[in-house]
């Protein structure tokens, strides 16, 4: 299977993975199955880390990337494409960063893994909890 985290869930994996349900850090450990970071979620993090408000983010871009690097994921770099398939979903959410994600995972055959229960909404082959 191929699967891309969302922010939160890859932010926990190499952060406190107990945040995430056991049958998730399964499917994320699963040799068989390769793990996808957007580009996106770095730029979320980047973002957030820089504001200094409540949400700020636990550790900064850089030290993320190195994080899933060392953890195996693959980077998935931002294409024409999927900027121009955010235009083709509907709007059940608002946020840019997810939509971007959700527009990547559908053009890539990927399996979006997110705890944002909302995206769930756009397709059934999203995992959440």
């Known amino acids: 299977m191929r699967l891309l985290l969302d922010t939160h869930v890859a932010i926990w994996s190499v952060v406190s993975p107990d945040r995430i349900p056991p049958t998730v850090q399964n499917l994320i450990a699963d040799p068989a199955n390769e793990v ?3 580009v996106v979620v770095l ?3 980047a973002i957030k880390s820089s504001l200094r408000r409540g949400d700020r983010m636990p550790i900064t871009a850089e030290f993320a990337r190195e994080d899933f690097e060392q953890a195996a994921f693959t980077l998935l770099p931002v294409m024409a494409q999927h900027a121009i398939g955010v235009g083709d979903l509907p709007h059940l959410h608002g946020d840019p960063f997810d939509r971007l994600m959700l527009a990547q995972a559908r053009a890539e055959g990927l399996r979006l893994i997110t705890v944002d229960r909302v995206l769930s909404r756009y397709d ?3 995992i959440s909890w």
């Open 124 to 126: 059934d082959t999203i």
């Open 36 to 38: 996808f970071v957007s």
């Open 43 to 45: 730029w979320e993090i």
